[in-house]
């Protein structure tokens, strides 16, 4: 895990130099080709246990287009033993008012030392967006395990932060599509 972790981090810091490289005054189009990266440092399933074996973790990094985000996420569900997972995950930015933003993820991953190795992922999000590189939420969902003769599901709940483009305040899900609702035409016809 500490080897995934430092290729991750290298590669956090690859992508954080990539994003400030492709921002330029384009708006919209610049937004969909950076980066971005997820981190969950503390979260937590509903299971019964100790809470060390509860604990669940991971870090994400991928591209957004638009108000999508187009990830690969890597982490662990238990600090106290070697149940460690790779994800693609995509979110989508649903609804946003102010700083505040909703977002739906869906993910589909293997577990590594498992009997349950395919995971499923759908889960909810509630950022705030306090610069405009970082935001601070919280995220509520679940994971669906499947194995050869069992399944398994676990629910969870944490913190998160995220650093790369943010949506803008009026929403990237209809930005494009309504940026001339309402707009008087002024001139001969």
Same mark, same amino acid.
């Given at each position: 895990?500490?080897?995934?972790?430092?290729?991750?981090?290298?590669?956090?810091?690859?992508?954080?130099?990539?994003?400030?490289?492709?921002?330029?005054?384009?708006?919209?189009?610049?937004?969909?080709?950076?980066?971005?990266?997820?981190?969950?440092?503390?979260?937590?399933?509903?299971?019964?246990?100790?809470?060390?074996?509860?604990?669940?973790?991971?870090?994400?990094?991928?591209?957004?287009?638009?108000?999508?985000?187009?990830?690969?996420? &890597? %982490?662990?569900?238990?600090? =106290?033993?070697?149940?460690?997972?790779? @994800?693609?995950? +995509? *979110? #989508?930015? $649903?609804?946003?008012?102010?700083?505040?933003?909703?977002?739906?993820?869906?993910? &589909? %991953?293997?577990?590594?030392? =498992?009997?349950?190795?395919?995971?499923? @992922?759908?889960? +909810? *999000? #509630?950022? $705030?967006?306090?610069?405009?590189?970082?935001?601070?939420?919280?995220?509520?969902?679940?994971?669906?395990?499947?194995?050869?003769?069992?399944?398994?599901?676990?629910?969870?709940?944490?913190?998160?932060?995220?650093?790369?483009?943010?949506?803008?305040?009026?929403?990237?899900?209809?930005?494009?599509?309504?940026?001339?609702?309402?707009?008087?035409?002024?001139?001969?016809?």
């Amino acid at each position: 895990m500490k080897t995934t972790f430092l290729i991750f981090t290298i590669l956090f810091f690859f992508c954080t130099y990539n994003s400030f490289s492709q921002i330029n005054s384009s708006g919209f189009d610049s937004i969909s080709k950076s980066f971005y990266s997820r981190i969950v440092p503390i979260g937590t399933s509903l299971d019964a246990g100790k809470f060390s074996s509860r604990i669940n973790q991971n870090f994400e990094v991928g591209k957004t287009f638009g108000p999508i985000d187009i990830g690969i996420a &890597v %982490g662990r569900f238990a600090s =106290s033993d070697s149940t460690n997972f790779a @994800e693609l995950r +995509t *979110t #989508l930015d $649903a609804t946003q008012i102010g700083v505040f933003s909703c977002e739906f993820a869906l993910g &589909v %991953g293997k577990v590594f030392n =498992s009997s349950n190795p395919l995971m499923f @992922e759908m889960s +909810t *999000t #509630l950022l $705030a967006q306090f610069t405009k590189k970082i935001g601070i939420g919280a995220i509520v969902g679940s994971y669906d395990f499947i194995g050869e003769n069992q399944q398994n599901h676990k629910n969870f709940f944490g913190l998160f932060v995220r650093y790369g483009p943010l949506r803008n305040e009026f929403g990237g899900l209809i930005g494009r599509a309504t940026r001339n609702v309402g707009r008087r035409r002024i001139g001969k016809r």
